[in-house]
């Protein structure tokens, strides 16, 4: 792809928007987000807070450690952590630099000032409000469609900003449709890595980082340590499972150590990244060759992201260890077709795992998603492949991903309201 190409600076601007860093999971740390600002603009710590969140945004908080509260979890933590210790400038790092008396001060701050928390029932998959008050001050906060896009500030009935929000909108961001599985191979081709290094070097280390810290400390139910653990010690597909898999045992039990997201996801930055790049050093590719297969794996994630939504029933690991799959194929040396099917077969083999909220067993569903993406590519090896018509499948990967989107966004709305209603009940 050309650098003259509209297309060319739209796909850097589209990796800078979403490969971004966040400490925890980053459901709660968007609520963290919106209680500072809103004690930002309330002009001191509140007496009240109420959250109102919907359904995915609670089924995503409800089960996970909240980073930097000494493992308190929930929406509750994560509000107090925001209003105690957040600071909003960080944005999906607000509660990066709480100090042990915070910590402290967040536990008194719950057991003095209870955090009510009500379910909204809107058409937004992705909403979170909150009203903190003080005396008779009050001051309200609104986050629609992603993480850190406010979309309505109040202080005492005075409407200081407010945005029009409709489903799905993501005006804010560079247009997504712009994005192709062809164009995505050309531009991870050609793309002169001086325009995407910055990027991919703080996602190779942050979330290299994290996965050492699974594997070598004891976090959720330690799969990335059971698959090292019991698989042969020469075998790359199962280092860059067991590595993936111990960096989500890390970020969901709790700890403190940023991750490099990919659409709104630590987990998915996770998926999409660290199996290429323990496969890429097992090889001993060369920098230039790991970073192409970044670029690619990433699109790939975001463009089938981007028809399924950020928040949903279907499970973003899928999304994410097909594009995986699909960067391992890269470094094996495969092209355009041996991408595709890789995706494909991938898709084919594990779409329909839900999301049932971030928790523990994350970890393992990341590990299944990075086996079905190798699985995909080993399958078209030895040619064999999945067909247009089998199930979901059509002909072509665009139609196919179309579909798999469907699926995601519409198919399993009910699904994500009886998952909701499972954890609520448990």
Known sequence: MEKTNPKYRSYIQILEEELVPAMGCTEPIAIAYGAAKGREVLGGLPDQVVVEASGNIIKNVKSVVVPNTGGLHGIEAAAAAGVVAGRAELMLEVISQVTPEQQEEMRAYLKDHPIRVEFLDG??????????????????????????????????????????????????????????????????????????????SRQIACNMAISQEGLSHSYGANIGQVIQNTSPANDPISKAKAAAAAGSDARMGGCELPVIINSGSGNQGMTASIPVIVYGRELGVSEEKLYRALVLSNLITIHQKTRIGRLSA????????????????????????????????????????????????????????????????????????????????????????????????????????????IMLQA
């Open 314 to 421: 279907y499970c973003g690991a899928v999304s994410a260890g097909a594009a995986a799959g699909a960067g391992i194929a890269y470094l094996d040396g495969g092209g355009y077709e041996e991408v595709i099917h890789t995706v494909v077969n991938a898709l084919a083999i594990v779409s329909g795992m839900i999301c049932d909220g971030a928790k523990a067993s994350c970890a393992g569903k990341i590990a299944a998603a990075i086996d079905a993406g190798v699985l995909g590519y080993r399958m078209y090896q030895q040619g064999q492949q999945f067909y247009g018509g089998d199930g979901i499948l059509s002909h072509g990967v665009e139609k196919t991903l179309d579909n798999v989107g469907r699926l995601g966004k519409i198919g399993m709305r009910s699904t994500d309201k009886e998952i909701l209603q």
């Open 123 to 200: 058409e937004l998959v992705f909403d979170i409000c909150l009203t903190l008050r003080k005396g008779h001050d009050e001051a309200k906060v609104r986050i629609a469609n992603y993480h850190t896009n406010i979309v309505h500030l109040e202080k005492n009935g005075q409407v200081l900003l407010d945005l029009p929000v409709e489903a799905d909108d993501e005006s804010g961001l560079t247009d997504r449709t712009l994005l192709s599985m062809a164009d995505i191979f050309d531009f991870a081709q050609t793309v002169d890595l001086n325009d995407v290094r910055e990027v991919i």
